[in-house]
């Protein structure tokens, strides 16, 4: 079994193959649920660079959550080179069991992360947890647009370990699979199947006034 190298991931995928599609996909988040400012998470953020992305499109305070503690230190480092200390931090954490109240979060975003959760429905029920209000998810996986996913499936073509693991997440996970959790859950949301990729997006009901 072939051990992860946090470092060589942060340097040849976060911040080399896939550096192109960080700033899309927080541009579409940021965008189109409207959440500018307050507190997000991303979950699951690996080295952080997604979470860097969010607070670079936003006024945005995020906190990279991953449970990797190399992962979480390597994000500092990354946090630091965008000089980006006052707005970003990282812990160590699951999504399983969040270590935020309540109603305290206005945005979690969550990209390649699901697939790997131990228990999907505990780390959605979470997210809705943690939440405020009217607050957003957007959890899932993806490229951005068509042309990065292009772009990366070409450079991925010939490594046959990496394109088998991913085949297989995307039959363990098909779109309907995630909706089926949403209804499970009661949570109302939406999964959004195209070429930026498969999305779980939900917003937290407001409180009626």
Not at 171 to 182: I, V
Not at 187 to 207: M, N, S, Y
Request: a negative charge; proline letters at 3%.
């Amino acid at each position: 079994m072939q051990v992860f190298d946090a470092r060589s991931y942060n340097e040849n995928t976060m911040k080399g193959l896939f550096r192109k599609i960080y700033p899309v996909i927080a541009g579409q988040i940021v965008s189109r649920t409207g959440v500018r400012q307050g507190h997000c998470i991303d979950l699951g953020g690996g080295p952080g660079m997604l979470g860097i992305r969010i607070a670079q499109a936003s006024e945005l305070r995020v906190t990279v959550v991953d449970p990797q503690a190399e992962c979480v230190a390597l994000a500092f480092e990354n946090i630091a080179e965008h000089g980006l200390g006052e707005r970003v931090e990282a812990r160590t954490g699951c999504a399983e069991q969040l270590d935020f109240a309540d109603d305290s979060v206005d945005l979690v975003v969550s990209r390649g992360a699901i697939y790997f959760w131990t228990d999907q429905a505990a780390g959605l029920r979470e997210i809705h947890r943690v939440l405020r209000p009217g607050g957003w998810a957007w959890v899932g996986g993806g490229f951005g647009n068509r042309e990065l996913r292009e772009e990366i499936l070409a450079a991925k073509a010939a490594d046959g370990d990496w394109n088998r693991a991913r085949k297989e997440r995307g039959q363990r996970n098909p779109p309907e699979h995630f909706a089926r959790l949403l209804g499970e859950l009661e949570i109302a949301g939406e999964v959004r199947h195209d070429d930026e990729g498969t999305w779980i997006v939900f917003r937290k009901p407001a409180v009626a006034a």
